[in-house]
Nanobody
């Protein structure tokens, strides 16, 4: 079993930056695809980005050029650096881990483990 714990959320003004962290327990972290999703009030959870070890990250179009994902396998941690934040980025951000490379990157069912979420609020 893998436990994921997010941190780093908060309130920031538009144009500002935040860095989210997701710490994973358990073994074989380097073998997991690590992703971030977000859910805005009244909306469905949506895919943000996924990264596999040694591979190029895949971002949803709305965050390309502004968000950057990285991972530190020695620390079992994945990071999401968010720059030039916009009010529409306001959401609860969830970290997710997947053990299989098959399945669409944006499909929640492709992910096996989820964190509890961290709130990001961007004021205008």
């Amino acid at each position: 079993q893998v436990q994921l714990v997010e941190s780093g959320g908060g309130l920031v003004q538009a144009g500002g930056s935040l860095r989210l962290s997701c710490a994973a327990s358990g073994h074989s972290f380097s073998n997991y695809g690590m992703g971030w999703f977000r859910q805005a009030p009244g909306k469905e959870r949506e895919f943000v980005v996924v990264i596999w070890s040694g591979d190029i990250p895949y971002y949803t179009n709305s965050v390309k050029g502004r968000f950057s994902i990285s991972r530190d396998n020695a620390k079992n941690t994945v990071y999401l650096q968010m720059n030039n934040l916009k009010p529409e980025d306001t959401a609860v951000y969830y970290c997710a881990a997947r053990t299989r490379s098959t399945g669409r990157v944006g499909d929640m069912n492709s992910y096996d483990y989820w964190g509890q979420g961290t709130q990001v609020t961007v004021s205008s």
